[in-house]
């Protein structure tokens, strides 16, 4: 069964670093864009970051621009975020899915579970 499963998430301080990662079984990403995008409670879901099949091209939402990275490994079928400088406003539960660009929309109609991310004090 195709399946996509975030992990990586926690309670971090602000400033502080988390790395997430998303696995993708029963699908094969290497041929996709990747992206992850994240929900805060009471928000729509928005997209955060993506990268290129290669992981030539990597493409962030302003919000995150300088603090996130993006990357990939093909071979393990997996998409990674790492995240510094973390602060209150990127609590939110965090999801990866297939990308299309250039409008940066997920492509794939299921979601993981999903990880949370909560920075606070």
């Known amino acids: 069964q195709d399946q996509l499963v975030e992990s990586g998430g926690g309670l971090v301080q602000p400033g502080g670093s988390l790395r997430l990662s998303c696995l993708a079984s029963g699908r094969t990403i290497s041929s996709y864009s990747m992206g992850w995008f994240r929900q805060a409670p009471g928000k729509e879901r928005e997209f955060v970051a993506a990268i290129n099949w290669s992981g030539g091209n990597t493409y962030y939402a302003d919000s995150v621009k300088g603090r996130f990275t993006i990357s990939r490994d093909n071979a393990k079928n997996t998409v990674y975020l790492q995240m510094n400088s973390l602060k209150p406003e990127d609590t939110a539960v965090y999801y990866c899915?297939?990308?299309?660009?250039?409008?940066?929309?997920?492509?794939?109609?299921?979601w993981g579970q999903g990880t949370q991310v909560t920075v606070s004090a």
């Open positions: 899915n297939a990308v299309s660009r250039p409008s940066m929309t997920p492509v794939w109609g299921s």
